[in-house]
């Protein structure tokens, strides 16, 4: 199983381009999320999914769009980049939701907007 | 006030200390994570903990749910075990977790 797959590594955009991040997983998990890692704070989720078809907000979601039309993959859209993106993107996966799933990462995306 | 506080926020020891690092949370918690970043890495799970004490390895895991406190312990540290730890918590059956700014731990040999 690869787990948590997430292309690409790295990205330099300028703003206003927009761009999709993708992210896979091959353990036929319910639940998948999107997080942005910033300097001197915690995780924060953009956006989840609780299954194909269903997604829903999460902590910081402007500037974010999601969808899940297969139970695989959850790619993030950001519409139109602005510096305040510049950030390390980390898709999850869990078997399904609920606190107490342990939670399976990707590699992680450098995002650079300038 | 963060939900979640780790501490320290940096910690160096020397290889074969005994290192812990802890996490108090402001909430009622159902569940509590421990994970694991390596410098420019991913993150991976170490534990999961809703009440008591887990070990794999060198690691040890411990929560109080009382007093809304947990500690990572390390036992025999080692220059490997260098990384950012991270606590998070989740509430009730929300899917949401709540992290931790996390603690960067060096060890050096």
Redesign the interface.
């Known amino acids: 199983n690869a787990g948590v797959t997430q292309t690409p590594k790295f990205q330099v955009l300028k703003t206003g381009q927009s761009m999709t991040l993708q992210c896979a997983q091959d353990m036929n998990h319910e639940?998948m999320?999107w997080y942005r890692q910033d300097p001197?704070?915690?995780?924060?989720?953009i956006h989840?999914s609780?299954g194909a078809g269903i997604t829903d907000q999460?902590?910081v979601p402007n500037g974010y769009n999601v969808s899940r039309s297969t139970t695989e993959d959850f790619p993030l859209r950001l519409l139109s980049a602005a510096p305040s993106q510049t950030s390390v993107y980390?898709c999850?996966s869990s078997l399904s939701?609920?606190?107490?799933?342990?939670?399976?990462?990707?590699?992680?995306t450098r995002l650079t907007v300038l | 006030k963060?939900e979640?506080e780790q501490s320290p926020q940096n910690l160096t020891a020397q290889e074969g200390e005994f290192i812990t690092i802890n996490c108090s949370y402001s909430v009622g918690?159902?569940?509590l994570?421990w994970?694991q970043q390596h410098p420019g890495?991913?993150?991976?799970?170490l534990f999961?903990l809703?009440s008591g004490k887990k070990k794999h390895g060198r690691l040890i895991a411990t929560i109080n749910i009382q007093e809304k406190h947990s500690s990572l312990h390390i036992t025999a540290s080692h220059p490997r075990d260098s990384a950012v730890y991270?606590c998070?918590?989740?509430?009730?059956?929300?899917?949401?977790?709540?992290?931790?700014?996390?603690t960067l731990l060096t060890v050096n040999p």
Do not use: D, W
């Open positions: 639940y999320s001197g704070m915690g995780l924060r989720l989840y609780v999460g902590e980390f999850a939701g609920g606190p107490r799933n342990e939670q399976f990462f990707g590699p992680g | 963060n979640v918690i159902s569940a994570h994970l890495g991913g993150i991976v799970s999961m809703s991270i998070a918590v989740g509430k009730g059956s929300n899917y949401k977790l709540t992290f931790g700014k996390g």
